[in-house]
C-alpha cells in the first residue's frame, strides 16, 4: 500500500463517517420536529437502499445475486440478520435518537465493540486481555458519565433513551459478528442488499410505509432522500471502496469520526449542548473503539493480509 492509496483510502472512509453522523442529526429533527415516525423512515431506508444496492448487483452478477437461495442453510442465515442484524440496528438507532439526540445514539452505539469482547471472552472461557479489561473499564466509566454527568442521583438521558441506546450497541455486535462466512462467500453488496430489502419488508409488516405521519413538505422530503441516497446507499459503496483500499481495521477507525460529526451538526444545526462531562464521557467510550480495533501490526505478525481485512463485513448505519 503506498501513500498515496492510503491517503485516498482514508479520505474516503471519513465520507462515509460524516455522512452518517449527518444522517442521525436530521433524523433528529425529522422524530423531534416534525413528527415523523422512527420506524417509517428505518422501513422507507430499508427498502428503497436495499432495492437499489441490488439493482447495481444484478448488473455487475446476476446469477451470483441469486444464487445464494439454492443454499437453504445460508438463505435462513440471511434471513436472520436481516431481521437481527440489518433491521435491529437501524431501527433501535433510530428510536434511541427519537428518545434522546443524534450524538447520545450514535455514542452508546460504540460501545458495540466491548460487547463484543465479552461475547467473545464469555465463548472461549477465557479472561479478556489487559488491553480489552482496560476498554470496558473506559466504557463503563464513559457511559456513566454520559448518562449521569457525574451525579448517580440523576440522569441526563431517560431510562428508555439509555435501553434503546444499549440495544443498538446489542444489535450492532450482532451485525458485526454474525455475517462471517456469508460475507466471505457472497460478498458486501449481495448479504447487504437482500438483507435491508428483506428487513424492511419485515419492518413494513408492523410499520407500513404508506402510513405517513408528521409533516410533509419540500425539506422533509430532501433529508429523508439524503439518509436514503447518500447517508445508505451511497455511504455503503463509498467505504466498500476504502476497504479495499486500506482494509477494514483502517477504514473503520477512520469511520470513527460519526459520532464527532453527530456531535458538530448537532450543535450548530440543532443548538444542541455539550458540556464537559458529554465530552469526556463520549471520548472515553470513542477510545475504547480504537484501542479494540488498532491491532494491525498484530495481525501482520499472525500473517493476517490486506485480502483478509477486506473481506470483514462492511459497516452499514
Not at 501513500?3 to 455522512?19: D, E, Q, T, Y
Not at 428505518?42 to 447495481?56: K, N, Q
Not at 440522569?155 to 462466512?181: Q, R
Not at 480495533?293 to 505478525?301: C, L
Amino acid at each position: 500500500m503506498n501513500r498515496k492509496s492510503f491517503v485516498i483510502g482514508a479520505s474516503l472512509a471519513l465520507i462515509p463517517g460524516i455522512l452518517w453522523g449527518l444522517s442521525g442529526v436530521f433524523g433528529q429533527y425529522l422524530f423531534q420536529q416534525q413528527g415523523l415516525s422512527a420506524e417509517w423512515l428505518v422501513t422507507v431506508r430499508l427498502l428503497i437502499s436495499g432495492g437499489l444496492v441490488l439493482l447495481i448487483s444484478f448488473g455487475v452478477d446476476r446469477k451470483k445475486t441469486v444464487a445464494i437461495f439454492h443454499d437453504r442453510k445460508d438463505t435462513i442465515r440471511l434471513l436472520i440478520f436481516a431481521v437481527f442484524g440489518l433491521m435491529a440496528v437501524q431501527l433501535t438507532y433510530f428510536v434511541a435518537i427519537a428518545k434522546s439526540n443524534a450524538p447520545t445514539a450514535t455514542i452508546l452505539q460504540y460501545v458495540f465493540p466491548v460487547l463484543i469482547v465479552l461475547y467473545t471472552a464469555l465463548r472461549g472461557r477465557k479472561l479478556p486481555q489487559k488491553k480489552e479489561v482496560l476498554a470496558i473499564m473506559m466504557a463503563m466509566v464513559g457511559i456513566f458519565l454520559l448518562v449521569t454527568h457525574g451525579d448517580p442521583h440523576t440522569l441526563n438521558i431517560t431510562v428508555e433513551a439509555l435501553i434503546w441506546g444499549l440495544a443498538s450497541a446489542v444489535a450492532m455486535a450482532f451485525y458485526t459478528m454474525y455475517p462471517g462466512s456469508l460475507q466471505l462467500r457472497w460478498g458486501s453488496p449481495v448479504i447487504v442488499g437482500w438483507g435491508m430489502l428483506f428487513g424492511g419488508i419485515a419492518l413494513n409488516f408492523y410499520h407500513p410505509f404508506w402510513e405517513f405521519t408528521g409533516h410533509l413538505n419540500l425539506q422533509i422530503f430532501l433529508m429523508v432522500a439524503f439518509i436514503v441516497l447518500f447517508a445508505t446507499f451511497g455511504s455503503f459503496y463509498i467505504y466498500l471502496v476504502s476497504v479495499t483500499m486500506i482494509g477494514a481495521t483502517y477504514a473503520s477507525l477512520f469511520a470513527c469520526i460519526e459520532p464527532l460529526a453527530s456531535a458538530f451538526f448537532s450543535v450548530i444545526g440543532l443548538n444542541l449542548v455539550f458540556n464537559a462531562m458529554d465530552w469526556i464521557g463520549s471520548l472515553l467510550i470513542l477510545a475504547t473503539m480504537f484501542l479494540l480495533s488498532w491491532k494491525t501490526e498484530q495481525s501482520h505478525k499472525n500473517g493476517v493480509t490486506s485480502q483478509q481485512e477486506a473481506e470483514k463485513p462492511e459497516e452499514m448505519h
